[in-house]
């Protein structure tokens, strides 16, 4: 899992951005590792695909840190980074839809990275299941742009650590799967994709997070169609 030069990941950044990100993946007892968290968090909240990738990132400096000097430095930077804005999430979703749906995808990339003893980290159970939560409202699936990045962005999520939220805490995973039968079949003006995405995640969740050859095959060619 750790791969410290990764350099598609950090290719968006200025040269001197790439070396700090470089020695703090190596060596990060070296470098301003508070800079780097909120590099990092910065950069998610404005680039999707970076969004997607720095968790990986993440645990590589979490656990070179604490190999090198038992530290967690950066690792309590980055979860008060995430906490200040799960705590502005509302002026943020406001403001860009971009950069809410980074946000989500940035803290669900976290949470299936960084571990303790191996198990989730229970600090990030309930601000994710929020965020997932907020994503599948009815407000948010009213005007036709937010409903594509809101409901690929959840069901993306949900494929990825939804079986690991599910485990630490499955009430608030029936409480979101109750939001989203309502989107399926109450919603008016869903466009047929966003039905296709959401029935297709309410199958995978009711097959135990798996899939069926012959349901795998029928909803990735019609969303290939």
Request: proline share 3%.
């Amino acid at each position: 899992m750790e791969n410290p030069t990764d350099d598609y990941k950090i290719q968006s950044f200025d040269l001197d951005t790439q070396m700090l990100l470089k020695t703090a993946l190596k060596d990060p007892s070296s470098v301003n590792l508070v800079k780097v968290s909120n590099v990092i968090v910065d950069q998610s909240l404005k680039d999707q695909v970076f969004s997607k990738e720095a968790g990986r990132i993440c645990y590589t400096i979490v656990q070179a840190e604490a190999k090198q000097n038992n530290g967690s430095v950066f690792r309590r930077n980055m979860l008060n980074r995430l906490q200040q804005e799960f705590k502005n999430r509302e002026e943020m979703r406001g403001r860009s839809l971009q950069e809410w749906v980074c946000y989500v995808t940035f803290i669900c990339n976290v949470f299936d990275y960084l571990k303790v003893n191996n198990m989730p980290m229970v600090a990030l159970v309930h601000p994710v299941y929020d965020c997932l939560i907020r994503l599948a409202k009815p407000d948010a699936l009213m005007n036709e742009e937010e409903v594509r990045k809101n409901v690929d962005c959840l069901v993306l999520q949900l494929h990825r650590i939804g079986e690991q939220l599910e485990k630490v805490n499955s009430p608030r995973m029936d409480e979101l799967f109750f939001l989203l039968r309502d989107g399926f079949l109450l919603q008016e003006g869903l466009s047929s994709m966003a039905r296709l995405l959401l029935l297709e995640i309410l199958e995978f969740r009711a097959g135990g997070w798996l899939l069926s050859g012959t349901a795998h095959k029928y909803y990735y060619s019609e969303i290939a169609d």
